[in-house]
């Protein structure tokens, strides 16, 4: 038989794709990248610059050239500002969906604010904004859009934005970090009030005057309020949002919590501090603040991670602890300086009727006093058996950084004896897992030694395992030997 040969079309196939196709198409790459095709042909000449999302990041520039002098990297700066501006002219007056701009303060703010006020004058739904001015403010047109469905707004020097009015009835999702918002105390309400139907909100580290805290939506459903930047009380927060489902919270007591209604809230992350001030007076007879009633509004969740500033604040704002019925999943985050005590925890474990999970963000805390008591704290002082622990439904128990490290001083030691503690007295035990924050195997293998020769625990069938980057090992009480496994596997 007679080979066949298989002829190759030289056609560009790609450059005979509609027009609208390759926009698209190039909206998967930088912008810098795509600007590469303009010497390709006549028609791919200034095609890049119709794609419909627009990324112009003027941070990677100077991060590529900051050893640089300042000649050159105003060069860098006006050659970004120069490229904007020559994308934005070959549009005109076409639609964009997207406009992501990060740039510093060398930019001059005079381009940035007219770059912004472009995009929302033609129609953008997704604008992200991680910008630092120099002088001046931030367009207050920004919240005022028929257009916006998502809106990011992120400074590193505190930009203003001076919030008037506020009309955002398509916006879903709002990213706020780092700004000042005027000098208006209820810039919340203004804000909540102005979007019809934000699914999301964001905001960190905002700025104003507002010592009245008030949230109130019906169509929020996630919401993360970071507060803790200015060491002082809030007179009142309020939380009006009753098909909020998941909630990260950190700020200060408050004051008082006039409204706290979360009714469909399914998970919180919550970051309670107290004042310097509070620190220094706290004592375990007298209630130093009152964060009863909010933690109250939260008991209805399922999943709850706690920083162990909110254990502080359990012990010396909270009174009594509220009943958590539908919590199955508790993490306890801790911090190597080990600055808290665990003081509030057994009286919040006897309320958890239903917790199936108990998850430690590495085991540090702070010895005290109470640590000498029976149900004082979870570590073993004495011989008697904490009854938070013996009469605990928990299932599972994860450690997530174990072997991390106390900053002053190694205290594996004591880690290994919280974990015997946990196996000596947790009747309903199936599970103890150990993350070993180690490069060394030996360092697995002494460990799951050590657990295995207790002579004696509350639940036999407790599987162990202890995992680290490169080994993990698996035994139980009911089986004798160890079990290798040459890398770690999901959980």
């Known amino acids: 038989m007679k080979s066949k040969k298989i002829h190759f079309s030289s056609k560009d196939i790609i450059s005979n794709l509609p027009e609208a196709l390759l926009c698209h198409i190039l909206s998967f790459l930088p912008i810098k990248d795509s600007a590469l095709t303009s010497v390709l042909s006549k028609k791919w000449r200034y095609l890049f610059a119709f794609r419909p999302n627009l990324d112009f990041d003027g941070l990677v520039n100077n991060l590529h050239h900051r050893e640089d002098g300042n000649r050159e990297r105003d060069e860098i700066n006006r050659m970004f500002m120069d490229f904007v501006n020559r994308v934005l002219g070959l549009q005109g007056n076409s639609i964009v969906n997207k406009f992501s701009l990060k740039c510093g303060i060398d930019v001059d703010p005079v381009c940035v604010i007219s770059w912004i006020v472009n995009v929302l004058e033609r129609g953008v739904s997704d604008l992200d904004l991680r910008v630092s001015v120099d002088r001046g403010e931030l367009p207050s047109k920004v919240f005022m859009s028929e257009s916006l469905v998502r809106l990011r707004i992120e400074s590193q020097n505190v930009s203003a934005i001076d919030v008037e009015d506020v009309f955002l009835p398509k916006l879903k999702t709002l990213y706020l970090d780092t700004i000042m918002l005027g000098k208006a105390g209820d810039y919340f309400d203004k804000i909540l009030y102005g979007c019809h139907v934000l699914e999301e909100l964001v905001m960190i580290n905002v700025y104003s005057d507002f010592r009245n805290r008030s949230v109130s939506s019906k169509t929020l459903k996630r919401l993360k309020l970071s507060c803790i930047e200015y060491d002082q009380?809030?007179?009142?927060?309020?939380?009006?949002?009753?098909?909020?489902?998941?909630?990260?919270?950190?700020?200060?007591?408050?004051?008082?919590?006039?409204?706290?209604?979360?009714?469909?809230?399914?998970?919180?992350?919550?970051?309670?501090?107290?004042?310097?001030?509070?620190?220094?007076?706290?004592?375990?007879?007298?209630?130093?603040?009152?964060?009863?009633?909010?933690?109250?509004?939260?008991?209805?969740?399922?999943?709850?991670?706690?920083?162990?500033?909110?254990?502080?604040?359990?012990?010396?704002?909270?009174?009594?602890?509220?009943?958590?019925?539908?919590?199955?999943?508790?993490?306890?985050?801790?911090?190597?300086?080990?600055?808290?005590?665990?003081?509030?925890?057994?009286?919040?474990?006897?309320?958890?009727?239903?917790?199936?999970?108990?998850?430690?963000?590495?085991?540090?805390?702070?010895?005290?006093?109470?640590?000498?008591?029976?149900?004082?704290?979870?570590?073993?002082?004495?011989?008697?058996?904490?009854?938070?622990?013996?009469?605990?439904?928990?299932?599972?128990?994860?450690?997530?950084?174990?072997?991390?490290?106390?900053?002053?001083?190694?205290?594996?030691?004591?880690?290994?004896?919280?974990?015997?503690?946990?196996?000596?007295?947790?009747?309903?035990?199936?599970?103890?897992?150990?993350?070993?924050?180690?490069?060394?195997?030996?360092?697995?293998?002494?460990?799951?030694?050590?657990?295995?020769?207790?002579?004696?625990?509350?639940?036999?069938?407790?599987?162990?395992?202890?995992?680290?980057?490169?080994?993990?090992?698996?035994?139980?009480?009911?089986?004798?030997?160890?079990?290798?496994?040459?890398?770690?596997?999901?959980?």
């Open 233 to 491: 009380i809030p007179d009142t927060v309020s939380f009006d949002t009753p098909n909020l489902v998941y909630l990260e919270y950190s700020d200060y007591v408050a004051g008082k919590y006039p409204r706290v209604n979360f009714c469909s809230l399914v998970e919180a992350c919550l970051n309670l501090h107290m004042t310097y001030d509070q620190c220094a007076q706290a004592s375990y007879g007298d209630l130093v603040g009152n964060a009863t009633d909010f933690l109250m509004g939260v008991s209805n969740v399922q999943i709850l991670h706690l920083s162990d500033r909110s254990l502080e604040v359990l012990t010396f704002c909270c009174e009594p602890i509220p009943v958590f019925n539908s919590l199955t999943h508790l993490t306890i985050k801790t911090h190597r300086h080990g600055e808290v005590g665990w003081e509030s925890l057994p009286a919040l474990l006897k309320k958890c009727p239903n917790l199936e999970t108990l998850v430690f963000q590495g085991l540090h805390h702070k010895d005290t006093i109470k640590c000498e008591e029976v149900d004082g704290c979870l570590c073993k002082y004495s011989e008697d058996i904490p009854t938070c622990l013996s009469s605990s439904p928990v299932k599972v128990v994860k450690v997530w950084k174990f072997g991390e490290k106390n900053y002053y001083y190694n205290d594996i030691k004591k880690q290994i004896e919280q974990v015997k503690h946990f196996l000596e007295t947790m009747p309903n035990l199936e599970q103890m897992i150990l993350y070993y924050d180690t490069p060394y195997d030996d360092d697995v293998l002494e460990v799951s030694k050590q657990l295995q020769k207790l002579t004696r625990v509350a639940s036999a069938k407790c599987k162990i395992q202890v995992i680290s980057d490169n080994l993990s090992l698996s035994f139980s009480f009911s089986t004798s030997g160890l079990t290798f496994f040459n890398s770690t596997f999901p959980v």
